[in-house]
Structures are given as structure tokens and as C-alpha cells.
């Protein structure tokens, strides 16, 4: 399902999600540097006419593979705005737990949101 053509920006790695030849959205990681190289921020997103497909936590959950064996990270984290449920149930059946919420850290559209930080140990 996750497209092997890669593409890397700084250090970033994003794949393709394909569902019956189309694209579906895209899935990546931003490995950290310094002293919190051992991290991943993980991302995703999946077109609408997509959703509840299984094709999000699909994605996800081979993206994280490759960022525990691939890159060698330890532990890998998305951060989520507080609407978005269904990511966060994406994330839950991954593996991943809540980890905190960072309140007011986003403004998006004039409104100021929650941010649900989830992560899982290699």
C-alpha cells in the first residue's frame, strides 16, 4: 500500500500511499538531530474519499516498521489537533499512546488548538 519511491527533504522521508493505483495522501518521518536523534516525528494524511478503509492505519503501521528497522529510531511521535479523533485512533491501533496535550499550542485559521502529542517505543 505505501508506494516504495521515496523522497527526502532535510533529513525527511516521505512515501507515497497508493490504494488501487491512485494517491491516497502521503506518509513521512522527520528524524530529530542532536541529542534527540534517536526520535522520529511520524505524519500522514489520507484523502477523505479514502477514509475508513483501513488504508491510514495501514500506512502508518508500515512507516513505523521502517522507522524501528530502517532508521534505527528508538521512539517515534505525531503530534494531532485535538479535533482530529479518527487520527488518533489511527495512532491507537499503531501501537502509540498519548503522551500529553500541549494546550492552545496551534493557531490554525484565526482558532487556537489543543495538541495531542502520541508516541511509541521501539
Known amino acids: 500500500m505505501v508506494d516504495q519511491r521515496r523522497f527526502k527533504a532535510d533529513g525527511a522521508i516521505t512515501r507515497v500511499i497508493e490504494y488501487d493505483g491512485l494517491l491516497a495522501g502521503p506518509v513521512g518521518i522527520t528524524p530529530q538531530s542532536g541529542w534527540r536523534d534517536h526520535l522520529g516525528e511520524i505524519g500522514y494524511w489520507v484523502g477523505t474519499e479514502y477514509w475508513g478503509k483501513g488504508i491510514a492505519t495501514s500506512a502508518l503501521q ?5 522507522g524501528f528497522a530502517g532508521l534505527q529510531l528508538r521512539k517515534l511521535y505525531a503530534p494531532v489537533l485535538a479535533p482530529n479523533v479518527a487520527s488518533m485512533r489511527v495512532l491507537a491501533k499503531c501501537g502509540y499512546e498519548l503522551e500529553g496535550v500541549l494546550k492552545s499550542e496551534v493557531k490554525k485559521n484565526g482558532r ?9 517505543m521501539k
Do not use: L, S, V
Open 62 to 66: 508500515q512507516m513505523t516498521d521502517y
Open 112 to 120: 487556537y488548538f489543543d495538541i495531542h502529542r502520541f508516541a511509541r
